[in-house]
């Protein structure tokens, strides 16, 4: 992993990680466009992947679905992040570290991970990576990776019969 990784894996728990993040309260508790809506950066040995996904709600279409994330998205880009947002994401990925090293195989296989990434140590230094991501670099990771051109678009609708 690096400094990125991290970085990025803050900026999508902002945007989809649980319903106090920004896409669940205006899209799902709000405008009622979605019934589910997330995002999350995929953690592997290959460069990352972000993903926003959600289920439209009945009468939706994939546009209005797609317009409503930019709009956030675009939002997050335009006006920032806040210190509060931050902290709060960052404490979720603390508790989500140390709940994970709770069993003896997760912290086995955590451990198994890193040295295979080739840091053994990066299981004790995961911690103190993620507190020490500021507002800045979130917005740097934001700029970069949340671009049109970045972006994949892949629909699911359920067949009529």
Known sequence: ???????TDLMSDILG???????Y???VKEDQIFSSVSSYVTGSLDPGLLVVQGNLNSGKSCAQGKEAISKIVNEMIDQ??????LQKVKNQAESSIV???VSLLN?????????????PEYVNKESALVQKVTESEVMTQAREVLTEQNSSTLYYQKKVS
Do not use: N, P
Request: glycine share 8%; net charge positive.
């Open 1 to 7: 992993y690096t400094e990125a990784y991290q970085q």
């Open 17 to 23: 990680r649980g319903k106090s993040s920004r896409l």
């Open 25 to 27: 309260q205006k899209l």
């Open 80 to 85: 920032g992040i806040t210190t509060t947002e």
């Open 99 to 101: 709940f994970s090293q």
């Open 107 to 119: 912290r086995a296989m955590s451990l198994a991970l890193a040295a295979l990434m080739g840091d």
